[in-house]
């Protein structure tokens, strides 16, 4: 057995004297409350294709792609090069360029039923701005999110997203609404309803009870913050027919899903049409490009009869990382060539943790997908309590010592880029996989007898 002796430590020097400096200006060392991890906080120098290098120069292969933008990989030339010549043509006019019309005529053509879409910087502000189109198109105050899923950081979207504990989360049937952190007000909290993903008789009772004041559902296709929980089989159909029934928009957050699981993004996958939806992520490769759109009856109440605005939204820089990054997933097959190496990574990750023999499951696509150490298979974000965290996190920090970085929380998904394919990404990453599993499995162990050694000390035979 390996002992923690034995086991690669990272350079850290100059990332721990950065963290000590940037606390004194930034909280917690970092611009997102998830990326502060205290003295572990990573300060990245530089990505390129399917690995990046952070200050003192330690090499991983990208099992973030930073929580999914970066489709293509880091650096990307067809992208970076189209950027920078549209860019020194200057950038910010809070005007109209042919740029932005160029990308959402491409979220128009990819998606199939998008009929009209706007940009903006963030997926925090698409799903902020589809949710006051919701109210304004229905004339209804209420919005139905599911628990665990994540919609953004605006005051509407933080209701049950992340808990430890899920008593936290109420009655299986009258979920609380569970604020995220200080500062929403409570009326605010009061115009969202929480549900329960993959649950259509809860969903009913609760649409046949307040439906007459619920504007909209939004939904992640998959739990994008439970590592990829999936749809069970006529979910999103049923879900779609319910809507309707009772007059009530749907609004997917294809926020991580969109341009990744297909071209046409999840709605495609799972062959959905829903009334509006959010894009982000991957529509850009990594730059800040964002945008809502849907119906186009829906879509028409903008500019006269609801707010949206932004003097970034739709910059050149933005627009023209979409319009490159869209036609070459619209034109190439840089997809299928991310999801065969999911694919590939889950096959060599299958095998190792079959030789070990920990119960375990694959969730999400193969382009986004986590791996839960369970025997149960998750169908809602309360399951993923019932998982063995533990191990997760230890498997995922340890594989950082060992050059590759999975997020290491065990409710966020592994991401695949095009560029992975194109080196030793996939046996690296199942190379670290398999010893970081080793070691977890070792300490367990180790912990596990010296537990039953202090009680055998404690209790001696005929005491």
């Known amino acids: 057995m390996a002992s923690p002796a034995d086991r690669p430590q990272l350079a850290r020097a100059r990332q721990l004297e950065l963290y000590r400096r940037a606390v004194r200006t930034l909280p917690g060392g970092a611009n997102s409350n998830f990326r502060t991890w205290g003295d572990d906080t990573i ?50 006019f809070s005007l109209t360029t042919e740029d932005e019309v160029r990308a959402m005529e491409l979220v128009c053509e990819l998606t199939g039923w998008v009929d009209m879409a706007r940009m903006t910087v963030s997926g925090t502000e698409a799903t902020m701005h589809l949710m006051r189109l919701a109210r304004a198109y229905t004339g209804r105050n209420k919005i139905v999110k599911f628990e665990g899923q994540y919609h953004g950081v605006h005051d509407y979207a933080l209701i049950s997203v992340s ?62 913050n439970a590592q990829g929980i999936m749809p069970q089989e006529g979910f999103h159909r049923e879900l779609r027919a319910l809507t ?32 509006l939806a959010s894009f982000a992520k991957a529509m850009g490769n990594g730059y800040p490009a964002a945008a809502f759109g849907g119906k186009r009856e829906i879509m028409s109440l903008l500019p006269e009869k609801v707010s949206h ?12 990382a979409a319009v490159k990054t869209l036609e070459i997933i619209r034109d190439t097959d840089a997809l299928e060539t991310v999801h ?9 990750l299958r095998e190792v943790l079959n030789e070990a023999g920990v119960a375990y499951h694959f969730t ?42 999975p997020e290491p929380d065990s409710r966020e998904p592994w991401f695949m880029c095009e560029a992975h394919a194109a080196d030793d990404s996939v046996d ?15 300490d367990r162990a180790r912990e596990t007898a010296g537990v039953s050694a202090q009680g055998a000390m404690s209790h001696p035979a005929g005491g």
């Open 340 to 348: 065969a190496t999911g694919r590939r990574l889950q096959d060599g």
């Open 244 to 275: 309707q029934e009772f007059g009530i928009l749907e609004i997917f957050d294809e926020v991580k899903t969109g341009f990744r699981f297909a071209r046409g993004g999840a709605a495609e996958y799972f062959g959905i049409t829903p009334d």
């Open 43 to 92: 300060y990245m120098d530089r990505g390129a294709g399917g690995r990046v290098w952070d200050i003192d120069g330690n090499e991983y292969v990208d099992l973030r792609m930073g929580y999914g933008p970066v489709i293509l990989g880091h650096g990307d030339a067809r992208v970076d090069d189209h950027v920078n010549e549209r860019m020194r043509r200057g950038v910010s």
């Open 309 to 320: 605005g932004g003097t970034y939204a739709g910059n050149r820089v933005a627009a023209a």
């Open 364 to 405: 999400g696509h193969p382009s986004m997908f986590g791996i839960m150490f369970t025997e149960k298979v998750a169908t809602e974000y309360r399951d993923w309590a019932d998982t063995d965290h533990a191990l997760y996190d230890a498997v995922a920090v340890g594989m950082h010592a060992r050059g590759a970085m």
């Open 163 to 224: 808990p430890d504990n899920m008593a936290e989360l109420g009655d299986a049937d009258n979920p609380v609404r569970l604020t995220w952190g200080r500062g929403i007000p409570e009326a605010v909290a009061d115009t969202i309803i929480p549900a329960r993903f993959n649950n259509i008789d809860r969903l009913r009772r609760l649409f046949e009870r307040e439906g007459h004041d619920i504007a909209a559902v939004i939904v992640e296709p998959v739990l994008g």
């Open 428 to 442: 690296r990453a199942v190379t670290a996989f398999e010893a970081s599993l080793r070691a977890a499995l070792d």
